[in-house]
């Protein structure tokens, strides 16, 4: 059974970084794209002094979901492993109970 919760974990821990590194590029990606607009405005000299600023803001809220996203999957992660934990501490009382059983004997 150990075996299973370490492959188990190791398996979470795979997922993990898949998201992380997913959420990362996802981020990268539409970072780039909603940028485009302020591009083309600040290209034209419309809203030169606003743009930047917009563009700021919007970088902002983009960066907090993504960072939510990321923030959740660890915690997601740790909850997961603290029940692997609680797996094998009550596999291990639960041996010790059984060796410590006077009917044994």
């Known amino acids: 059974m150990k075996k299973n919760v370490e492959r188990a974990e190791l398996l979470k821990d795979m997922i993990q970084e898949a998201i992380e590194d997913g959420a990362t590029t996802v981020e990268e990606v539409h970072q780039h794209i909603a940028g485009l607009p302020f591009d083309a405005l600040e290209k034209l000299g419309l809203f030169e002094e ?15 979901v993504y960072d939510t996203i990321r923030k959740i ?10 029940q692997f934990a609680a797996l094998e501490d009550a596999r291990t009382a639960s041996r010790n109970m059984d060796s410590n059983d006077p009917q044994d004997d």
């Open 50 to 64: 606003k743009a930047g600023n917009l563009r700021d803001k919007q970088r902002k809220t983009i960066g907090l």
């Open 73 to 82: 999957n660890q915690e997601v992660g740790s909850l997961i492993s603290e």
